[in-house]
């Protein structure tokens, strides 16, 4: 029996000969984070095709008008019921009309939360919920989560507390003063919406929990903790002395749902502190874990754990795709998920079981003083890698003399060749794939008709270098390491362009307007006004070099609550030239496609390119990447994510550039495919930063009108 999987222009779309029926997908469909209800990022529509695709023009352009100097804009929109719907820079949410690209309505969160100039973070997409006439669109704005009316754009009065629940409160814990950002939208099975939340790095961070809540009034219907309570499974894997006090192993990248079956899936990531784990002794269960929930109850059916007791930042960066796919004459309902450290792991959907075999396998241990990293960790036989898995002499820049000489001096004393090398309290280590990946939020797409597996990834070293805790003799740098360090570095210098020093930051602030932004946030810098006055104090006084007085440091060391690691992460930052070329050889951004029959790549070609070195005759080197591909029926994958500014067409087959056009600013958002009045539209929300100058436009692009 063949199966029917959509009616597409009068003409029937039909699988593989002999495949069992399932629940029919509608593959023309985008209104879920990830396209198709399956979340393949996939699309049935066949208007636009190879023949044609060259001809593509733009159709409409939506410009949101409220970006700002570091902004952002990750979200991929959804369509539905002929409107288009997205979120702004600063997190403003609009219903567009999809044919012609304007403005329906549009609605301010802040105007109701207050607040304008507070960091909320990014926003990667809303999620849509219907029953008869009540059509809502909920979406998370800073630690809010909100409804409106689909149609209008009105908050929703009667969810929650007049439209928002505060996702600080109803973690189940004595604390409500976290730092949570609901960055990805949540997933909707029945009236439930089941979200996560993005925390801190730090020691202050919450606990991950996974909750849902009921779509009609806001009310939290379960909850599921990623980090066990005492008499729950999995507590054994943690330290009972300190679990309490550790955050994190949260939901940040989105889920899937299982809409047949109804199970949720949840990929989690790192638990806190990220690089030295002394406090969380064991292999810290369900961090780094891709966690199968019952959507109805939120009790777990099964789980993998794909890093034990992390200590590289390797959360699970995507929402996972439910695929199906034919192994050995056998049709399996499997679900896959990517990772940063380049690897897919597969499982039976149903049970948890892996599609190929995963080998628990020896990695180095850690010497870091107090720290106790697993013997062992996971690694798939198959699929295969979507990138380079090692960063070793080969892999050192070699385009150019004077480049290899500069990182190789760079990387004196440092350690490298080795991916699982953990870090080192004396030397740096090379960590590859980098913190943002390999594979990162944007996620894969699969195409369930040739059982293609599509998915970009970067390949960049980062350096991973550790300093002892100031003790509390210099209790402002221990504080401002705490909440500072990570992204300022220990020394305060950043990591320009993205990340700015803070070392002549008396030059240009007071200590009130510092405290202004300390606790409002500003661009691509969160708000943290969940630290305490106290500590805010200190932080203050250490920027503008003022020596706290005793009474603060009397405080502090005597009336602390909060766990410190015994040593820090001196910052991220990425192993590249003083002319900023990244230190390996290209190409620095890829694009995979792997036959998921088989588990095997059938072909991977350098994604992005930088005019600069084109011109002195090198080859295509890639570029950094942030989100993700689409592929469809008309034989295209559609991706832009790189920073030089471009949107492409890839032949599936062949990994071909079919065409390609410029874009106002570089498109670090999943594109939208769907068809409106009989036309075929991709839309790609235009935010840059990252690095790359920010924008603040929508941009839909079709074939010529007949």
């Known amino acids: 029996m063949k199966l029917l999987l959509k009616v597409v222009f009068g003409s029937l779309l039909l699988f593989s000969a002999c495949q069992p029926k399932t629940a029919e997908i509608d593959y023309t469909d985008w209104s879920h984070y990830g396209g198709p209800a399956d979340g393949s990022r996939y699309s049935a529509l066949t208007q636009i095709n190879k023949e044609n695709v060259s001809q593509l023009e733009v159709a409409w352009t939506y410009k949101t008008g409220d970006a700002t100097a570091s902004s952002q804009i990750q979200c991929q929109p959804i369509v539905v019921n002929g409107l288009l719907y997205g979120s702004t820079p600063k997190l403003n949410v609009f219903a567009l009309n999809a044919s012609t690209g304007e403005e329906v309505w549009r609605f301010d969160p802040f105007q109701v939360l207050g607040g304008e100039n507070s960091w909320a973070g990014t926003n990667r997409g809303v999620s849509y919920w219907e029953d008869g006439d009540d059509k809502r669109i909920l979406f998370g704005a800073g630690n809010w989560l909100m409804a409106v009316d689909a149609e209008t754009g009105e908050p929703i009065l009667s969810f929650g507390d007049e439209g928002k629940v505060d996702l600080r409160k109803g973690l189940d814990t004595e604390r409500e003063d976290f730092m949570i950002v609901a960055n990805a939208p949540g997933v909707v099975y029945g009236d439930l919406l089941i979200i996560g939340m993005r925390l801190s790095e730090g020691l202050d961070a919450a606990p991950g929990?996974?909750?849902?809540?009921?779509?009609?009034?806001?009310?939290?219907?379960?909850?599921?903790?990623?980090?066990?309570?005492?008499?729950?499974?999995?507590?054994?894997?943690?330290?009972?002395?300190?679990?309490?006090?550790?955050?994190?192993?949260?939901?940040?990248?989105?889920?899937?749902?299982?809409?047949?079956?109804?199970?949720?899936?949840?990929?989690?990531?790192?638990?806190?502190?990220?690089?030295?784990?002394?406090?969380?002794?064991?292999?810290?269960?369900?961090?780094?874990?891709?966690?199968?929930?019952?959507?109805?109850?939120?009790?777990?059916?099964?789980?993998?754990?794909?890093?034990?007791?992390?200590?590289?930042?390797?959360?699970?960066?995507?929402?996972?795709?439910?695929?199906?796919?034919?192994?050995?004459?056998?049709?399996?309902?499997?679900?896959?998920?990517?990772?940063?450290?380049?690897?897919?792991?597969?499982?039976?959907?149903?049970?948890?079981?892996?599609?190929?075999?995963?080998?628990?396998?020896?990695?180095?241990?850690?010497?870091?003083?107090?720290?106790?990293?697993?013997?062992?960790?996971?690694?798939?036989?198959?699929?295969?890698?979507?990138?380079?898995?090692?960063?070793?002499?080969?892999?050192?820049?070699?385009?150019?003399?004077?480049?290899?000489?500069?990182?190789?001096?760079?990387?004196?004393?440092?350690?490298?060749?080795?991916?699982?090398?953990?870090?080192?309290?004396?030397?740096?280590?090379?960590?590859?794939?980098?913190?943002?990946?390999?594979?990162?939020?944007?996620?894969?797409?699969?195409?369930?008709?040739?059982?293609?597996?599509?998915?970009?990834?970067?390949?960049?070293?980062?350096?991973?270098?550790?300093?002892?805790?100031?003790?509390?003799?210099?209790?402002?740098?221990?504080?401002?390491?705490?909440?500072?360090?990570?992204?300022?570095?220990?020394?305060?210098?950043?990591?320009?362009?993205?990340?700015?020093?803070?070392?002549?930051?008396?030059?240009?602030?007071?200590?009130?307007?510092?405290?202004?932004?300390?606790?409002?946030?500003?661009g691509a810098m969160p708000a943290f006004d969940h630290i305490s006055t106290e500590n805010r104090k200190v932080i203050l006084e250490y920027l503008l070099d003022k020596v706290p007085d005793e009474g603060d440091k009397q405080e502090m060391d005597g009336g602390k609550t909060q766990l410190f690691p015994r040593y820090y992460m001196d910052g991220y930052k990425k192993l590249v030239t003083k002319d900023g070329l990244y230190g390996s050889n290209p190409p620095w951004g890829l694009l995979t496609a792997i036959d998921m029959s088989t588990g095997k790549k059938k072909w991977q070609v350098p994604l992005g390119e930088i005019d600069s070195l084109t011109a002195q005759g090198f080859a295509p080197t890639g570029t950094e990447n942030y989100g993700g591909p689409v592929v469809t029926a008309g034989g295209i994958l559609f991706i832009a994510a790189t920073k030089d500014e471009m949107i492409r067409a890839f032949d599936k087959e062949t990994g071909e550039v079919l065409w390609e056009a410029k874009l106002p600013a570089s498109g670090h958002a999943t594109p939208a495919v769907y068809e409106m009045d009989g036309r075929q539209f991709l839309v790609i929300a235009c935010g840059g930063g990252k690095g790359t100058k920010s924008g603040d436009a929508y941009v839909a692009f079709a074939l010529p009108e007949l």
């Not at 199968?292 to 777990?300: H, I, K, M, S, V």
């Not at 929402?319 to 380049?342: F, H, T």
């Not at 953990?422 to 030397?427: F, I, R």
């Not at 594979?439 to 040739?450: H, K, L």
């Open 209 to 522: 929990h996974i909750r849902a809540y009921n779509i009609r009034t806001g009310k939290r219907e379960w909850i599921f903790h990623t980090i066990p309570q005492e008499g729950e499974p999995a507590y054994e894997t943690w330290d009972p002395a300190t679990i309490k006090q550790i955050g994190g192993a949260n939901n940040w990248a989105g889920m899937t749902v299982d809409q047949e079956r109804g199970i949720v899936f949840v990929p989690t990531g790192s638990a806190t502190y990220d690089f030295w784990g002394g406090y969380r002794k064991g292999d810290n269960l369900y961090a780094n874990s891709l966690i199968a929930l019952d959507a109805q109850t939120g009790e777990r059916i099964w789980h993998f754990q794909a890093v034990h007791h992390d200590v590289w930042d390797r959360d699970f960066p995507a929402n996972p795709n439910l695929i199906r796919i034919q192994k050995d004459g056998k049709w399996i309902d499997a679900v896959a998920q990517i990772s940063k450290q380049g690897m897919t792991y597969v499982f039976d959907r149903a049970t948890g079981e892996p599609v190929w075999p995963i080998v628990e396998t020896v990695v180095t241990q850690s010497v870091m003083p107090g720290e106790f990293t697993s013997p062992t960790q996971p690694i798939p036989t198959l699929p295969k890698p979507f990138m380079n898995m090692v960063f070793d002499e080969s892999s050192i820049l070699s385009l150019k003399p004077e480049w290899e000489a500069d990182i190789r001096n760079q990387l004196e004393g440092a350690i490298y060749g080795d991916t699982w090398a953990p870090p080192h309290p004396e030397k740096p280590i090379v960590l590859f794939p980098g913190m943002d990946g390999g594979g990162e939020w944007g996620g894969a797409s699969f195409d369930p008709e040739t059982q293609t597996f599509y998915v970009n990834a970067n390949q960049i070293p980062w350096v991973i270098g550790m300093t002892p805790n100031a003790d509390f003799e210099n209790v402002g740098k221990s504080v401002y390491t705490n909440y500072c360090g990570n992204c300022h570095g220990l020394d305060r210098k950043g990591n320009l362009p993205t990340i700015p020093s803070l070392l002549d930051v008396k030059e240009k602030f007071t200590y009130d307007s510092l405290d202004l932004l300390l606790r409002k946030g500003r």
